[in-house]
C-alpha cells in the first residue's frame, strides 16, 4: 500500500508572471476562457462551452449570495484617516441590523467608545461607535451604525474588489462583480467561479436539461487570507455562514436516482455542500463552517468543480487538489500559465473531475451512492 503523502504549505507554491492577474473581467461574462481539466491533456475552451461539457439530468449547484459595498473610507475624532471593510452584518432587531464586524485600516487603532465618521461621494456622513474588538484573534472592530447596515453600505460603501485589483472601484465593477442571480446580500467577495454564467448560459442549460439549485454563503474578505505558517494543521481557517435549503439536498438526491453528476460552481458552494454533510448524510439548515478542505479530504457530494484559478499557498489552492488530486492541480496550473490564461476573481475558469480516491459519497438519506 502507497503510503500517504504529508504536505507542507510550500507544496502549493507557484510562480505567476503578474501579467497574468486579470484586472478587469472579460468583454462578456460567458466568453472568458475555460480550461476542460476533467482529463489531461486539459483542453481550452470558451466557457459558454459548458452545457455541452455536462450530461441532461447533471445538476450545477451555485452560490447566490450577493455582495454588499462593504469598503467605507472616513476619518476618527481626531481626523486621522480610516477604511473599513466590513466583514459581517449581524443580525439585528426589528429595528434594523444595525450592529457589523470589520477590518479597520488606520494610523492608530479606534479604542472602544471612540467614533468614526463614513463619508459617500457627495460629502455625506455619518457616526459610527466603536464598541470594541472582536472575532477571531480579536482581529476585527464591532461597530454600531446609526441604522440598517445594508441601507448605509448602500449609500456610503463601495465595491469590495480584491487586494490583488488595483484599480479604484467603478460603475463596471458594480456590475461585474456581481453574479446574475444574486440574491442575499451578504458577502463581501464574490463568488467568483459563478461570474461567467450570463442568461445565454443558462438558458443553454435549461434547454439541455441540466437541473439548477442554489446555496447561500456569505463569503468573507478571509478568503483572501495568506497561509502564514509552514505547516498546513497550523493554520486557523476562518468562519462563514451558510444555508442549504431543503429543495437542495431533495434536487441531489434526485440526481444521485437518476444517475446524475453534482457540479458544484465554485469553491463556496462545495465547502457549503462538503459541510452540510460532514455528519455523513447532507443536511439541509443554516450554520457556520470552517471547513479546511485539504488533500486527504473524504468528498460526499460534489463530482465536478467549476472553478476560478485561486492565489498560491492559499487555501483554495489545497481544496482544488484535495478535490482533483495534486499532481493533476499542478500540471494543470502549469498549463495554464503556458496558455496566458487570466488568473483570480476576474480570470478564466476550469471545469474539474473529482479524484476517484476522494469519493465517499452518501445519499441524504445516508446509503452508500456513487454516481455513474
Same mark, same amino acid.
Given at each position: 500500500?502507497?503510503?500517504?503523502? /504529508?504536505?507542507?504549505?510550500?507544496?502549493?507554491?507557484?510562480?505567476?508572471?503578474?501579467?497574468?492577474?486579470?484586472?478587469?473581467?472579460?468583454?462578456?461574462?460567458?466568453?472568458?476562457?475555460?480550461?476542460?481539466?476533467r /482529463?489531461?491533456?486539459?483542453?481550452?475552451?470558451?466557457?459558454?462551452?459548458?452545457?455541452?461539457?455536462?450530461?441532461?439530468g447533471?445538476?450545477?449547484?451555485?452560490?447566490?449570495?450577493?455582495?454588499?459595498?462593504?469598503?467605507?473610507y472616513?476619518?476618527?475624532?481626531?481626523?486621522?484617516?480610516?477604511?473599513?471593510?466590513?466583514?459581517?452584518?449581524?443580525?439585528?432587531?426589528?429595528d434594523?441590523?444595525?450592529?457589523?464586524?470589520?477590518?479597520?485600516?488606520?494610523s492608530?487603532?479606534p479604542?472602544?467608545?471612540?467614533?468614526?465618521?463614513?463619508?459617500?461621494?457627495?460629502?455625506a456622513?455619518?457616526?459610527?461607535?466603536?464598541?470594541?474588538?472582536?472575532?477571531?484573534?480579536?482581529?476585527?472592530?464591532?461597530?454600531?451604525?446609526?441604522?440598517?447596515?445594508?441601507?448605509?453600505?448602500?449609500?456610503?460603501g463601495?465595491?469590495?474588489?480584491?487586494?490583488?485589483?488595483?484599480?479604484?472601484?467603478?460603475?463596471?465593477?458594480?456590475?461585474?462583480?456581481? /453574479?446574475?442571480?444574486?440574491?442575499?446580500?451578504?458577502a463581501?467577495?464574490?463568488? /467568483?467561479?459563478a461570474?461567467?454564467?450570463?442568461?445565454?448560459?443558462?438558458?443553454?442549460?435549461?434547454?439541455?436539461?441540466?437541473?439548477?439549485?442554489?446555496?447561500?454563503?456569505?463569503?468573507?474578505?478571509?478568503?483572501?487570507?495568506?497561509?502564514?505558517?509552514?505547516?498546513?494543521?497550523?493554520?486557523?481557517?476562518?468562519?462563514?455562514?451558510?444555508?442549504?435549503?431543503?429543495a437542495?439536498?431533495?434536487?441531489i438526491?434526485?440526481?444521485?436516482?437518476r444517475?446524475?453528476?453534482?457540479?458544484?460552481?465554485?469553491?463556496?458552494?462545495?465547502?457549503?455542500?462538503?459541510s452540510?454533510?460532514?455528519?455523513?448524510?447532507?443536511?439541509?439548515?443554516?450554520?457556520?463552517?470552517?471547513?479546511?478542505?485539504t488533500?486527504?479530504?473524504?468528498?460526499?457530494?460534489v463530482d465536478?468543480?467549476?472553478?476560478?484559478?485561486?492565489?498560491?499557498r492559499?487555501?483554495?489552492?489545497?481544496?482544488?487538489s484535495?478535490?482533483?488530486?495534486?499532481?493533476?492541480i499542478?500540471?494543470?496550473?502549469?498549463?495554464?500559465?503556458?496558455?496566458?490564461?487570466?488568473?483570480?476573481?476576474?480570470?478564466?475558469?476550469?471545469?474539474?473531475?473529482?479524484?476517484a480516491?476522494?469519493?465517499n459519497?452518501?445519499?441524504?438519506?445516508?446509503?452508500?451512492?456513487?454516481p455513474?
Amino acid at each position: 500500500m502507497t503510503p500517504a503523502v /504529508t504536505h507542507t504549505v510550500a507544496d502549493f507554491d507557484f510562480d505567476l508572471p503578474p501579467e497574468l492577474i486579470a484586472q478587469h473581467p472579460a468583454a462578456e461574462r460567458s466568453a472568458s476562457r475555460l480550461l476542460d481539466g476533467r /482529463t489531461l491533456p486539459a483542453v481550452e475552451r470558451v466557457f459558454r462551452e459548458l452545457p455541452a461539457l455536462l450530461s441532461p439530468g447533471d445538476l450545477l449547484v451555485f452560490n447566490d449570495t450577493k455582495v454588499i459595498r462593504a469598503r467605507l473610507y472616513g476619518a476618527k475624532d481626531t481626523g486621522g484617516g480610516v477604511e473599513a471593510l466590513v466583514e459581517r452584518v449581524l443580525p439585528g432587531a426589528a429595528d434594523g441590523r444595525h450592529e457589523v464586524w470589520a477590518h479597520l485600516r488606520a494610523s492608530k487603532s479606534p479604542k472602544a467608545g471612540q467614533t468614526v465618521h463614513f463619508r459617500d461621494a457627495a460629502g455625506a456622513t455619518f457616526a459610527a461607535e466603536v464598541l470594541g474588538r472582536c472575532g477571531p484573534e480579536n482581529g476585527l472592530f464591532h461597530l454600531r451604525l446609526p441604522g440598517d447596515a445594508l441601507a448605509l453600505l448602500e449609500q456610503f460603501g463601495h465595491v469590495p474588489l480584491p487586494p490583488y485589483i488595483t484599480h479604484a472601484d467603478d460603475a463596471d465593477d458594480e456590475r461585474r462583480y456581481q /453574479t446574475v442571480f444574486a440574491r442575499h446580500p451578504g458577502a463581501v467577495a464574490a463568488p /467568483t467561479a459563478a461570474l461567467h454564467f450570463d442568461e445565454g448560459v443558462l438558458a443553454a442549460l435549461d434547454a439541455r436539461g441540466i437541473g439548477r439549485a442554489s446555496v447561500t454563503l456569505h463569503v468573507g474578505a478571509g478568503t483572501f487570507q495568506p497561509v502564514r505558517v509552514d505547516t498546513i494543521a497550523e493554520h486557523r481557517m476562518h468562519s462563514e455562514w451558510f444555508e442549504v435549503p431543503q429543495a437542495t439536498v431533495d434536487a441531489i438526491a434526485a440526481t444521485r436516482a437518476r444517475g446524475g453528476q453534482v457540479v458544484a460552481v465554485g469553491t463556496t458552494t462545495l465547502r457549503s455542500l462538503e459541510s452540510a454533510a460532514l455528519g455523513g448524510t447532507l443536511q439541509a439548515g443554516a450554520r457556520e463552517t470552517d471547513i479546511f478542505i485539504t488533500p486527504g479530504f473524504q468528498f460526499r457530494v460534489v463530482d465536478r468543480l467549476v472553478t476560478n484559478f485561486h492565489l498560491p499557498r492559499s487555501t483554495l489552492m489545497m481544496l482544488v487538489s484535495a478535490f482533483a488530486g495534486y499532481d493533476t492541480i499542478r500540471t494543470l496550473y502549469a498549463d495554464a500559465i503556458t496558455r496566458q490564461m487570466r488568473f483570480f476573481s476576474y480570470g478564466d475558469a476550469m471545469l474539474l473531475q473529482r479524484a476517484a480516491m476522494s469519493a465517499n459519497h452518501t445519499d441524504p438519506a445516508g446509503n452508500s451512492a456513487v454516481p455513474g
